[in-house]
């Protein structure tokens, strides 16, 4: 068995095992832990409404707030669209995709994808120097951050060095990269790259408990 | 603890804010248990509270630090340290080695070692003396982390291990003691109706038996400004309401909360809400008091275990309700004001619009502040750190930064609605020679009735 | 007999080659394998002096398919006089010898050749049950192939099955169908795979051993460098399109018309290495990408055992539905366990208050 040929078969099964099981089991283990019901009257009805509104103002920050982590929102979200779009519109990965989801769709030419994935890299660069000179950053960060950054980093890197011919051969490159994905999915349940499910989580759960309170979150 | 290097004012520490002096020698440091037992009770009630929402809180942050920049003790003094998520370091590290799902994980591979005593020790300064429970950080967190929710959390944990910043400690007791935390006694709070009666020639409705409401006094008001008790009674006098003020239920505050005695936040609720139980009372009316709002109208519930058999109201609700029904007819003020709002009966209580609604009926040219309203600057005074005299530095230097953003407005008259945000203004003022007062939005309101409206 | 003592020089000369030809045929071999321009003379020189070569061709688990590709024959060139000059002692499907009298060939060129015979092998060797799945003159094909590669200065296994197993190695792999260089590792080996092999690679290769005595350098899989470094993808004449984002999505569309990409095919052509792209087959005419249709990878180890041909190569192996089903439900049994699990330590912790 080749390398590629683990890459694609066993170890991402087992990747995908390890991802799917991490997620539930922790979203499952916050959701059963107990919660108190908020007896105060509320102001206002329609908690829910407000939490649903919740997803949305923290996309962007208040006004107040824009001059001190505008900068630091548009890093955040040259990295996420950044994902995305590699994710979802370059071609060898949509076809990826189609092969489980049975359609295919749209994509976007390599050279764009490429120049996407570029950006991207740099951004999540200057995430990472921002983390290590940031004294804020540098005290608040723990193993976490810089592993959930260098699974994050390291399909970009590989995945661009695999476009760009930079292994000693493709075959190689591709189960690197795919080897790199499933760091990613594995390490996944059991780090900060949750926050791609607990961002709803809490985003609702404060929008809706100062929805009936009034005031602002 | 705190670093004194970096005040450009000279620290008095013999000023008397909440009739506490600064303790000739400092007890932060409570009973006499061992080192363990103190991470032991910690740990304990740090757990009490690890529940659903605090759990998705804290598996949700992902480390970004927009949170300083939201925090006034963080603008002030430039120390990560004051990192409003760093704060919660050690109750972070309890839930994710007690609590969350990855628990079994974290503690057979020790990776997230146990809190220790040390670690409590250095983070009472972090969770008591530089955070005041006023939630900005929430407004600035990508992932909506409630953290003043947190800290008030955190803070159970701190109190049990007898680990609370000496005076605030004092108070606390005091006030679970004598009824009181600043020695506002039910005899002498009585003498202070009385005077007050006397004074303004007000109507005093003391002790009755049977009354629609029940208003309620902070210390900081019988004490400092006891001229509220005035103005309120002024108000509900012209308003004909039946209301009265009973020495077994009459103090607003709730140290027992700020500490984070759950149990002393209890017994302190429980006492309001057994007399305006015992008396028939519709409405309580919470004075000028922040977090009084917070502990009566969002936890008092929670508390008494059941909804609250009357409506709470913070005093600016009271008086826009009545400005709003026509019951109050107010004098038109010819001055631009600029209002403070108190955290916890803005932003996280809610009661934004009310306060605004009052200065309209008094025909004010309201000027908001830079950040003003919900999105409000904290007085740095709130969540007991007022109490803390080794807080003194960053106060100043936070309310240093809250001057300038009042001045800013060209604002002729400066108006609160919270007795503690005003009596940080005021001692801070005279420190700072900013030259101007605070006034109190309930006695302006007093000072400009329309007579005639009188039935 | 007379023949075999010419050197090779001799013989084209005989066959009235002209040294000018000779060299622009050395010059031809030398760019093909990636040979500095500066040895060519050195390299003619060499090979000229190289006296015919024995060598023995054993068929054994195969198809015949590999040497149908070897012998295709257009024009007398200098290659197929170089293939000439090769003592064949024994290939059985071009001898009119057969039974005894075809054994016995390779019996006496193994005697007279002891050490010096190259041993050309075509087709896969069956393991499973000692061999007995395929057999020749009562000898099972891998006692052959011990038997002949003990005498041998090196072995070229001709094609995918020769080198990896090919087809009869594919999934089950009923006979335990393996490649030579599983059996034999104490000679140097040489893998020429494909399926069939390119002739021209045969020829770089014989060439080689000719001139400079020894096999070319090979890579990890032992394949010629020269031929096998770079993939088909890398120099593919369609690789512009896949830069460009333009795909054929199937073989009727337009793109497919305008010779568009075939990578979402599936096209192995990134993974798979071969010279095709540069030599193509029928002495240049064409190769399978030009022809319309995506490359299969077939010189690459178990290229019958990556799903389809079809399937785009990032197409992974997505395991079952039931086995997702399945983790999750076991998340949600981990999850459960864990919160019932921290609500008793917190009971616990907390004195059950």
């Not at chain 2, 992902?62 to 006034?72: F, R, T, Y």
């Not at chain 2, 020639?201 to 001229?227: C, G, T």
């Not at chain 2, 309209?360 to 409000?376: I, P, T």
Request: hydrophobic fraction near 40%.
């Amino acid at each position: 068995m080749t390398l590629l040929d683990f890459a694609r078969g066993p170890a991402m099964q087992i990747a995908i095992i390890i991802f799917v099981v991490g997620i539930v089991w922790r979203l499952v283990g916050v959701w059963a832990l107990p919660k108190k019901k908020d007896l105060s009257e509320p102001r206002q009805k329609g908690a829910w409404v407000g939490g649903l509104k919740g997803l949305f103002v923290h996309a962007w920050p208040y006004k107040p707030f824009v001059p001190k982590v505008g900068a630091q929102y548009i890093i955040g979200y040259i990295i996420h669209l950044g994902l995305f779009i590699v994710l979802i519109f370059g071609t060898p990965h949509m076809l990826f995709f189609a092969d489980i989801v049975g359609f295919t769709w749209w994509t976007l030419p390599g050279g764009v994808i490429t120049a996407v994935a570029v950006v991207t890299t740099l951004a999540l660069f200057v995430a990472l120097i921002r983390r290590l000179v940031n004294p804020v950053h540098r005290l608040i960060s723990n193993f976490d951050d810089y592993a959930t950054w260098f699974v994050t980093t390291a399909p970009f890197v590989t995945g661009l060095m695999t476009t760009m011919n930079m292994w000693p051969d493709y075959e190689t490159g591709l189960a690197i990269h795919l080897l790199s994905v499933w760091l990613l999915l594995i390490y996944f349940p059991f780090g900060k790259l949750m926050h791609s499910f607990w961002f709803v989580v809490s985003r609702y759960t404060t929008g809706s408990r100062f929805a009936r309170r009034g005031g602002m979150a | 603890m705190s670093d004194t290097s970096v005040t450009e004012i000279e620290l008095d520490y013999e000023s008397k804010r909440l009739s506490v002096r600064k303790p000739e020698e400092r007890f932060d440091v409570q009973g006499d248990m061992s080192d363990d037992e103190r991470v032991e009770k910690a740990m304990v009630n740090f757990a009490k509270d690890f529940g659903r929402v605090a759990a998705t809180y804290m598996e949700a942050c992902i480390h970004c630090g927009a949170c300083a920049h939201a925090c006034p003790f963080y603008e002030a003094s430039g120390d990560p340290r004051h990192t409003p998520i760093w704060k919660l370091e050690p109750f972070k590290q309890a839930y994710k080695r007690e609590a969350g799902p990855l628990a079994f994980m974290y503690k057979t591979l020790n990776l997230k070692p146990k809190v220790t005593v040390d670690e409590l020790k250095d983070w009472q300064e972090l969770l008591y003396d530089t955070c005041t429970l006023c939630g900005r950080c929430t407004l600035i967190c990508p992932m909506s982390i409630d953290i003043a929710t947190l800290v008030g959390m955190a803070r159970h944990g701190m109190f049990h291990a007898g680990l609370v910043p000496h005076e605030l400690y004092t108070v606390t007791e005091k006030a679970q003691k004598e009824g009181s935390p600043l020695g506002a006694t039910p005899s002498v709070f009585e003498d202070r109706i009385e005077w007050m009666g006397d004074e303004h020639e007000v109507e005093m409705n003391v002790n009755e038996d049977q009354a629609d409401v029940l208003v309620l006094m902070s210390s900081i008001e019988i004490q400092k400004y006891p001229e509220s008790m005035a103005a309120t009674a002024k108000i509900l006098n012209h308003m004909g309401k039946s209301w009265t003020f009973r020495t077994d239920g009459y103090e607003a505050t709730n140290f027992g909360m700020l500490s984070g005695n759950t149990g002393w936040q209890k017994d302190m609720s429980m006492k309001v809400i057994s007399t305006a139980e015992k008396i028939g009372a519709k409405v309580v009316i919470l004075p000028e008091c922040g977090h009084a709002y917070q502990a009566m109208r969002w936890q008092g519930a929670n508390m008494y275990g059941k909804p609250l058999p009357f409506e709470v109201q913070h005093i600016s609700e009271f008086l826009a309700s009545a400005v709003e029904s026509g019951d109050l007819k107010l004098k038109t003020v010819n001055k631009s004001v600029a209002f403070h709002d108190p955290c916890q009966v803005s932003r996280r209580g809610g009661a934004t619009p009310a306060p605004r609604k009052v200065l309209e009926a008094l025909g004010v040219e309201l000027r908001e502040a830079e950040s003003g309203g919900n999105l409000n600057f904290c007085c740095g005074g709130g969540g007991g750190v007022i109490t803390i005299h080794r807080a003194d530095t960053l106060r100043y230097k936070i309310m240093a930064n809250k001057f300038r953003q009042l001045d800013a407005t060209g604002a002729e008259m400066m108006v609160t609605s919270c007795s503690n945000c005003r009596q940080n203004f005021d001692e801070s003022g005279e420190k700072l020679n900013w030259g101007k007062d605070m006034n109190s939005l309930l006695e302006l309101v007093a000072e400009n009735l329309v007579e005639e409206g009188k039935r | 007999m007379k023949e075999h003592d010419l050197t090779l020089g001799e013989e084209l000369r005989r066959q009235g080659i002209s040294r000018r030809s000779f060299l622009k045929f050395c010059a031809g071999v030398a760019s093909s394998m990636a040979i500095p321009a500066a040895m060519v003379p050195a390299m003619a020189e060499s090979l000229a002096q190289a006296r015919r070569q024995p060598a023995i061709m054993m068929a054994y688990q195969e198809c015949t398919g590999c040497l149908e590709s070897l012998t295709r024959s257009f024009a007398p060139t200098v290659e197929n006089l170089i293939f000439n000059f090769i003592s064949l002692d024994f290939q059985h499907a071009l001898q009119a010898a057969s039974g005894d009298q075809a054994v016995d060939a390779i019996k006496t060129s193994m005697k007279e050749n002891w050490g010096k015979y190259l041993l050309l092998v075509d087709g896969s060797i069956p393991l499973n049950d000692d061999g007995i799945y395929s057999v020749s003159h009562g000898q099972s094909h891998l006692d052959s192939l011990r038997e002949l590669a003990e005498g041998a200065a090196a072995i070229v296994s001709i094609g995918t099955c020769a080198s990896y197993g090919g087809i009869g190695a594919a999934s089950p792999n009923p006979t335990g169908a393996v490649g030579v260089d599983q059996i034999i590792t104490d000679k140097p080996i040489l893998n020429v795979p494909g399926c069939p092999p390119m002739p021209e690679v045969m020829t770089g290769v014989y060439t080689s051993f000719l001139a400079f005595g020894a096999l070319p350098e090979v890579d990890s899989l032992k394949r010629p460098k020269a031929f096998f470094g770079d993939t088909i993808h890398d120099r593919c004449y369609r690789r512009t399109f896949y830069d460009q984002g333009k795909f054929a999505d199937s073989f009727d569309d337009e793109g497919a018309r305008n010779g568009w990409c075939l990578y979402k095919l599936g096209c192995k052509g990134p993974i798979t290495h071969n010279a095709c792209a540069t030599l193509k087959f029928n002495e240049g005419v064409s190769w399978p990408i030009q022809s319309g249709h995506g490359c299969i990878g077939c010189s690459e180890p178990n290229f019958w055992d990556k799903e389809g041909f079809y399937k785009p190569l990032s197409a992974g192996q997505w395991g079952s539905a039931e086995g997702i089903a399945a983790a999750a439900a076991a998340g949600v049994a981990l999850g459960a366990a864990s919160a019932v699990m921290s609500r008793r330590n917190q009971n616990k912790i907390s004195g059950g208050k």
